[in-house]
Nanobody, 121 residues
Framework: QVQVVESGGGLVQPGGSLRLSCAAS????????MGWYRQAPGKERDLVAT???????RYADSVKGRFTISRDNAKNTAYLQMNSLKPEDTAVYYC???????????????WGKGTLVTVSS
């Protein structure tokens, strides 16, 4: 059993900052790619940022230069530092992790339940 739980969402004014966290727990041998996605009301879920196990990162064009993804492998945790937030960043943010269970060769994908970020004055 593996659980992935996001935290850190909330209400912030335009231009403000938030830091999201995503922690995995349970039967984990290794975590490969970690990622953040977001879904605004009435829209599809879109990629925000990903980070590989070696630390390579990728960002959506809309957040480049404002958001930073990072990870702490010892804590099985991913972070998303969001600066210079805009109203169009308002969405539910979801964490995605690719996790290998103990004693198995397969890699399973897990999603958190999401955390709401609202950017408004």
């Amino acid at each position: 059993q593996v659980q992935v739980v996001e935290s850190g969402g909330g209400l912030v004014q335009p231009g403000g900052s938030l830091r999201l966290s995503c922690a995995a727990s349970g039967s984990i041998r290794r975590i490969y790619d970690m990622g953040w996605y977001r879904q605004a009301p009435g829209k599809e879920r879109d990629l925000v940022a990903t980070i590989t196990s070696s630390g390579s990162t990728r960002y959506a064009d809309s957040v480049k230069g404002r958001f930073t993804i990072s990870r702490d492998n010892a804590k099985n945790t991913a972070y998303l530092q969001m600066n210079s937030l805009k109203p169009e960043d308002t969405a539910v943010y979801y964490c995605n992790m690719n996790i290998a269970p103990p004693l198995q060769l397969n890699i399973n994908q897990y999603w958190g339940k999401g955390t709401l970020v609202t950017v408004s004055s």
